[in-house]
């Protein structure tokens, strides 16, 4: 079984729909991590949680929300999706540590299209 | 503003032959420099993770290099395999109070036959 498990792997939804993703790891990491990828970008950060009570914004968070509901699970919302939020979704997680030099580790990514 | 540029955007090189990727970035203060290496819709898997005082860091047939006075980093491949066909990533990691990563948009890499 995987390390870190996201689902849905696809969706297709339509504009104004709400989406939820969502993550769960077996590693016993404290941080978790939202990541969008488009097609010749560089991944940016949605938002990160650094433990269950922690909660923050990254790079691109508009339109965008997150719970952690437990160490375990972070999940993504999108309230209202629209066209331009389809993109593949990566969720990570790392081990804390002070220089931040933890490794990160990635799920299988979940393809969200918007129509 | 922060970037990291990689190039080539795309590569093809023959299996069995070694090839050199490069990663520039303009990322200060700078904490660290990470390769990830990501197959087709897979995540991203980390080759290596080098800090300020490492110019050299190898990973089996994988070798990264680290010049942090011209801020530049190159992963050389050696003995291409097919399976080494993928995306290659170059995350730079800002050393603020957050310690942001600055991902590059990667080099992909197709090995023939």
């Not at chain 2, 990973?59 to 680290?66: D, M």
Request: proline share 4%; charged share 20%.
């Amino acid at each position: 079984d995987a390390d870190v498990t996201q689902t849905p792997r696809n969706r297709i939804t339509k504009t104004g729909k709400r989406i939820m993703l969502e993550c769960s790891q077996t590693k016993g990491h404290d941080r978790m991590y939202w990541y969008r990828q488009d097609p010749g970008l560089g991944l940016r950060l949605i938002y990160y949680s650094f433990d269950v009570k922690d909660i923050n914004k990254g790079e691109i968070s508009d339109g965008y929300s997150v719970s952690r509901q437990a160490q375990a699970k972070f999940s993504l919302s999108l309230e209202s999706a629209i066209p331009n939020q389809t993109a593949l979704y990566f969720c990570a997680t790392s081990d804390p540590d002070r220089a931040n030099t933890g490794e990160l580790f990635f799920g299988e990514g979940s393809r969200l299209t918007v129509l | 503003k922060n970037q990291v540029e990689q190039s080539p955007q795309s590569l093809i090189i023959l299996e069995g032959k070694n090839c050199t990727l490069q990663c520039n970035y303009t990322v200060s203060p700078f904490s660290n420099l990470r390769w990830y290496k990501q197959d087709t819709g897979r995540g991203p898997v980390s080759l290596t993770i080098m800090t300020f005082s490492e110019n050299t860091k190898s990973n089996g047939r994988y070798t990264a290099t680290l010049d942090a006075d011209t801020k530049q980093s190159s992963l050389h491949i050696t003995a291409s395999q097919l399976s080494d066909s993928a995306s290659y990533i170059c995350v730079v990691s800002e050393a603020d109070s957050n310690y942001q990563l600055i991902w590059g948009a990667g080099t992909k890499l197709i090995i023939k036959p």
